[in-house]
Structures are given as C-alpha cells and as structure tokens.
C-alpha cells in the first residue's frame, strides 16, 4: 500500500512533524505518485504542515494554500469545483508545483510571490516582492461602496501608500470608473507594479499613479471625495516577530517607527486640507488600533465592525479631521 494512501493520512502527518519530507522526497511524490488535483492538494496540506509555513498572504489555512498554487498552475481561477478536484495534472504542471513548493516550505517564500497572482475583491492582480501582497480589510468597504460613510459616490479618490493599486483599481472598477482614482506611493519600483495592474484592467484614463511621500507631491487644496490609506504599521515590536515569510515583503510597505504609527499620524495631520468637506478618510493601522487610541485618546474613531475578519480600519470625517488637527500636527511634530 502506498504511504500516500488515505489510510495511511494520518500516520503519513504524524511522521511529518518532526520529519518533513525533503525537496527530492516532495518532488518524487509528485512525479510518480499523485495525479490528480485533489490528491495533490492533500499532499501539499501534509507537507506545509510538517514545516509549520505560515500561512496570511491571501489564504488563512493549509488547503487553501495549497489549492491556490496548483490553480494558479493550471492557470484556473477561483472557486474551484469537484471537476476540478477530479482533473488529472500532467507531468509538466507537477514538475513546476514541486518547484513552487519547495521554494514555499524550504525558503519561506510566499505563495503570490511564486505564482506572480494574489486577489482582492474578487480581481486578481500581478504581485511580486517590490509590492506587499494585498490582504487588506479595506476590501469589505470597497464591496460595500463605502456605505454607509459616504452619502453619495465619490467623484475623486485618493489612495495613498497604493503599492500594487489594488485597492485604487478596484474602487475604479465598483463605481464603473465614473470617478477619478490617484494612486500614491514613495516607492518607483511599487508604482511600475501598479502601472502593470492599471493597464492590465484599462484604466489609465482613470487611475493615475503618482510618485510622492503622501501628500508632498499633491497640489496644495486639491480636493478628493474620498482618502483610503493603507499604510505601512507595524510596531518596531511586532516587525521583529514576524514569521520569515514577511521579510520577503518591502520593509517600506511594513514598519512604521517605533509604535508603528509614523505614517499613520502625517496622513492624520495633513488628510483635510485634501478632503472635501462631505469627505472621508478611511484608514487602515492594523493591530496598532489601540496604540492609535491611546495616542488620541479624546480622538472618536470610528473603527469598522468588519464582518468578513481583520481589525484596525477606522472612518473619519473631514470636520473631524479638523478639530482635531492641533493634535494630529502636534504628534507629527513629536516624531
């Protein structure tokens, strides 16, 4: 019987735990041993199990990680059906997933950076390491048109920090590019991914990147609708325990200064002057949410109940930006 056998699964993980497969042993099991999609995903569950890979750039467990790599071989996209799991993978497709896989488990490396695809709200994007791989909560107010905090849509949006443009195309595509989109980033190399991503959904007659530490290269008064900000946050702390998959990642997309907040608070400091006044700022600082409170503790964010998961997405209006400006400006004047 073959130790790839279903009655053989749970012997087969219980070895891996303190003896993970090797590259050549991964390989092997792919080339002569596993044919369809569905026995290979339940490999691959086995193997990112026995190495303990972290899993959070676009999935959240093992399955899904692995069904995405061997899609994204298949050049298929999300869901996926019984015919799929069914479907017979041929030589060539299980020599590359062995490839993908064992610079996954062995390197660290995430998964949209191998397979050069990661999705948010539903469209999928070209990644690679000069951009962070989209996994922003932002998405569920984008599905929702940012209802109920914007009263009608928005004729200019702002979307700062925008690595791939992500999120500038994918509000460009749910209000059917009625409204104009500038996408903003300090990083050359993260505006060509997003140039690629822009042109790939045509619209570059309506998302425009432009090079600029936040609002430094912006006209002076020039007014947007809407700013949607996803900023680099995580604490000094934090950066320093996270799992090896994250230093694939651009570090300018991650740290932020000490409480992960040094972007956060400009973009605080200078939002109104750029928002119309029926305007919103729509922010993301993660699990800095309560070093932002306690930093502006009299401050009343409205942090998003978010349905779908994540944490730390807060709304504020342009009248609250204003009141509290002194405040906002004066922590930036402190960092």
């Known amino acids: 019987m073959s130790k790839l056998s279903e009655n053989s699964e749970i012997a087969a993980i219980y070895r891996s735990i303190d003896d993970p497969p090797t590259s050549s042993e991964i390989e092997e099991a792919l080339q002569d041993e596993l044919f369809t999609v569905q026995d290979v995903v339940r490999y691959l569950v086995t193997c990112f199990s026995a190495y303990r890979i972290y899993v959070g750039h676009g999935t959240d467990n093992y399955w899904d990680e692995a069904l995405e790599i061997v899609q994204a071989v298949m050049h298929l996209q999300p869901p ?9 993978l041929t030589a060539e497709e299980r020599a590359l997933i062995a490839r993908i896989v064992r610079l996954r488990v062995v390197e660290r490396i995430p998964a949209p950076y191998l397979t050069h695809r990661a999705f948010f709200c539903g469209h999928e994007f070209y990644v690679d390491s000069r951009v962070i791989i989209p996994r922003s909560p932002i998405a569920e107010l984008v599905d929702d048109g940012f209802a109920p905090y914007l009263e009608r849509e928005p004729q200019r949006v702002l979307d700062l920090c925008c690595g791939s443009a992500c999120i500038a195309v994918a509000i460009a595509l749910k209000f059917d590019g009625d ?8 990083d050359e190399e993260a505006l060509e991914v997003a140039r690629l991503n822009i042109e790939e959904y045509g619209l570059e007659d309506v998302v425009t990147p432009i090079k600029s530490d936040l609002f430094s290269a912006l006209p002076r008064g020039d007014k947007y609708d809407l700013i949607v900000a996803n900023p ?3 604490s000094e702390e934090e950066l320093n325990d996270l799992p090896r998959e994250f230093t694939y990642e651009p570090d300018l997309a991650l740290g932020s200064g000490r409480d992960g907040l040094n972007c956060a608070k400009r973009i605080l400091a200078e939002a109104a002057e750029f928002l119309d006044d029926e305007g919103i700022l ?3 600082v993660g699990n800095s949410e309560e070093q932002l409170q306690d930093a502006f503790s009299m401050v009343p964010f409205h942090f998003v109940d978010l349905k779908r998961g994540g944490c730390g997405v807060f709304v504020l209006s342009c009248e609250q930006l204003k009141a509290y400006h002194e405040l906002f400006e004066q922590s930036v004047a402190n960092l």
């Open 80 to 88: 996926c059906d019984d015919s799929t799991l069914t479907s017979r």
């Open 179 to 186: 409204c104009e989109v500038d996408a903003v980033d300090v």
């Open 232 to 234: 680099p946050y995580v």
């Open 282 to 284: 729509v922010m993301e």
